[in-house]
């Protein structure tokens, strides 16, 4: 089945700065990846997804860029701000699931810390 | 439009009990996904609903089960409490159609349930 593994597992960054995180999986098959950010207590929030016809997106200061043949994908936040602060989980999924459907493997977080 | 609600939002249980748990989904969702959230495992996939149906499983045993109403909302049960259930369950909605598959997932607050 999927695996993904995420580097590193707490970041901390000076505001305005640049951070990012990185995913490794094994599965060539996979070819969704999104990104979700979880506050402190909060629920789990997508801020950017791609797909594997994709290089590179980008919304405002978040882009992701995946490279299909080492099999990674990382996030990249440019000009970090104190309200960036928070957990970040990389996520995989396919489509070959039978009969379709939505089951995503989640990598384990990185505590993303913006100092002032 | 109302968000994902789940309730209740804490529960506290004894080992051997069992317990159910809520999700009413975005109106208009028709899939609801389940996720076990702890420290040490992350965000792990226990199952999906569309449709009154399970579309996909994860790697749970059978204690965890789930179901799903004509009105898309869904519950989950878990049947002879261990500790290790201890965790934050949270469920996620996406619009679901027939074979679709990697949809944009909005989660949850979660429930908080404690086994002692």
């Known amino acids: 089945g999927e695996n993904v593994e995420q580097h590193p597992s707490t970041l901390s960054v000076q505001e305005g700065d640049s951070a990012v995180i990185k995913c490794t999986y094994s599965d060539s098959a996979s070819n969704y990846f999104p990104w979700y950010k979880q506050e402190l207590g909060k629920r789990p929030q997508l801020i950017i997804d791609?797909?594997?016809?994709?290089g590179e997106k980008k919304d405002q200061r978040i882009a992701v860029t995946l490279n299909k043949t080492a099999k990674h994908f990382s996030l990249h936040i440019t000009e970090t701000q104190p309200e960036d602060s928070a957990v970040y989980f990389c996520a995989l999924s396919w489509t070959g699931l039978t009969g379709g459907g939505n089951k995503l493997t989640f990598g384990t977080g990185t505590q993303l810390k913006v100092e002032l | 439009k109302a968000g994902v609600t789940q309730t209740p939002r804490y529960l506290i249980k004894t080992r051997g009990q069992q317990v159910t748990l809520s999700c009413s989904p975005i109106?208009?969702?028709?899939?609801v996904s389940w996720y076990q959230q702890t420290p040490g495992q992350g965000l792990q996939f226990l199952f999906e609903y569309f449709s009154e149906t399970q579309r996909n499983k994860g790697n749970f045993p059978g204690r965890f089960s789930g179901r799903q109403f004509s009105n898309s909302r869904s519950e989950m049960n878990v049947s002879t409490l261990e500790l290790g259930d201890s965790a934050l369950y949270l469920c996620?909605?996406?619009?679901?159609?027939?074979?679709?598959?990697?949809?944009?997932?909005?989660f949850g607050s979660g429930t908080q349930l404690s086994v002692l």
């Open positions: 791609i797909r594997s016809n994709v």
């Open positions: 996620a909605s996406s619009p679901g159609q027939v074979n679709s598959a990697n949809e944009k997932l909005f």
């Open positions: 109106s208009g969702h028709r899939s």
